[in-house]
């Protein structure tokens, strides 16, 4: 079952990541990669915190969240490949902005959605 809670998971989180791979705002800097990694940084933080005692009660179910689905929605290799083609056209300003907003909003999405996952009401 664990397989394919995984498998499901990755499916929807794949598809959804390919969706965002259309979002662009008229400049080539990879607004979707950017998007999805930030949506899945929140929600990792925010699903670990929030479905903790699914770890004990359901842990199938949250591996078929956090790897299936938020495993398929982010993209590390797409980000590296991104930065490398902006390096190769020599966009410093763009590949630096990108990187730094790209590491450090990750981080403060995963935090914030830590947070707001605690929160219980």
């Not at 998007?35 to 699903?47: D, E, P, Q, T």
């Not at 590296?80 to 403060?108: N, P």
């Amino acid at each position: 079952m664990k397989y394919i809670l995984i498998f499901l998971g990755g499916c929807i989180g794949a598809l959804l990541r390919w969706q965002t791979s259309f979002i662009t705002i008229g400049y080539h800097l990879p607004i979707g990669t950017f998007i999805a990694n930030l949506v899945g940084a929140f929600l990792m933080g925010y699903f670990t915190e929030r479905l903790h005692h699914w770890n004990t009660n359901h842990p199938k179910l949250k591996q078929g969240l956090t790897t299936g689905f938020l495993g398929a929605l982010t993209t590390f290799s797409t980000f590296q490949l991104e930065l490398v083609t902006l390096a190769q056209q020599l966009d410093w300003l763009t590949l630096i902005i990108y990187g730094l907003f790209s590491y450090s909003g990750g981080l403060i999405c995963c935090f914030l959605g830590y947070k707001l996952g605690g929160v219980h009401a």
